[in-house]
């Protein structure tokens, strides 16, 4: 294989395993410790962010949030809308403050 500057990979989880998918994304990530430049496209949000260095999350074809890969991971608006979580109510944030 020649030397390729840029990884493009779409959807490398779909209709796999957990198995199968954690394979996967440790191989992503093994390419991108050692210096391989990845652009990944994937609906699996969690397993995506966790691997990236940056990410983007778009909805409606729009980009929406930008951020690392760990600060889009620990925002509640992507926890809300791509990772099942369910959103805050203002009592609850209150509760937990006193």
């Keep these: 294989m020649l030397e390729p500057k840029v990884l493009l990979v779409d959807e490398p989880s779909i209709g796999l395993s957990p198995r199968a998918r954690h394979q996967v994304f440790a191989t992503l990530k093994s390419?991108?410790?050692?210096?391989?430049?990845?652009?990944?496209v994937e609906q699996n949000a969690?397993?995506?962010?966790?691997?990236?260095?940056?990410?983007?999350v778009l909805d409606g074809g729009s980009v929406k949030l930008v951020g690392t890969g760990p600060e889009l991971l620990s925002d509640a608006r992507v926890a809300e809308l791509y990772l099942g979580a369910k959103p805050r109510r203002a009592t609850d944030a209150a509760a937990r403050t006193c």
């Design 46 to 56: 969690r397993s995506g962010l966790a691997i990236s260095d940056h990410g983007a």
């Design 31 to 40: 390419l991108c410790d050692s210096g391989w430049t990845i652009l990944l």
